[in-house]
């Protein structure tokens, strides 16, 4: 079984200031990781995935994630915060055994992203 | 231009009054989805499908039903629709399932009153 925890709800920061996100998941088996971003009315659009490759991932708009195994963890980062990143940022994982997906995503419950000027 | 589209983009109805919700891909995609997203608790899995005529629950799947004919088309079916089914839907679509990239769809607000 799979199951994903944002560990934060809501993130407020300034404009400029790092971000962190925070993820971490549980997966019985090598697990494909994702981050999703949605900004407000929008649907969702792919940040960066993780795929058992390397483990620091970079994702467009500058941020990145690291997969930390022994943590259990593939939190969100980014060096600066810019107005437009105010959104909801989802982090989902996907299980992957042998080369066969399971088929099955399962999404965090979001957090929400708030940058102030 | 390659998307995911959905309709109708927003649906008021009734209890029990039977409906669907279209979604078509022009991405030659294998793999598609569905998707409930409610507040504070994020995307959840409703049907998923690896293929045409293989479809899977995912984890919330009671209330619904879908079928995969074609490839680039992939119907949610409300039989009898309750108020517990007010959402929003995304319909999403990847060429594979991981390490492939999901494209959304612009979402559907449903209403069931």
Known sequence: AQSVTQLDSHVSVSEGTPVLLRCNYSSSYSPSLFWYVQHPNKGLQLLLKYTSAATLVKGINGFEAEFKKSETSFHLTKPSAHMSDAAEYFCVVSEWAGGTSYGKLTFGQGTILTVHP | ?113
């Not at chain 2, 499908?49 to 293989?54: G, I, K, P, Q, R």
């Not at chain 2, 919330?60 to 879908?66: A, D, I, L, M, N």
């Not at chain 2, 949610?76 to 959304?104: G, V």
């Open chain 2, 1 to 113: 231009e390659a998307q995911v589209t959905q309709n109708p983009r927003y649906l008021i109805t009734v209890t029990g009054k039977k409906l669907t919700v279209t979604c078509s891909q022009n991405m030659n995609h294998e793999y598609m989805s569905w998707y409930r997203q409610d507040p504070g608790l994020g995307l959840r899995q409703i049907y998923y499908s690896m293929n045409v005529e293989v479809t899977d629950k995912g984890d919330v799947p009671e209330g619904y039903k879908v079928s995969r004919k074609e490839k680039r088309n992939f119907p949610l079916i409300l039989e009898s629709p309750s108020p517990n089914q007010t959402s929003l839907y995304f319909c999403a679509s990847s060429l594979s399932l991981s390490p492939y990239e999901q494209y959304f769809g612009p979402g559907t607000r449903l209403t069931v009153t």
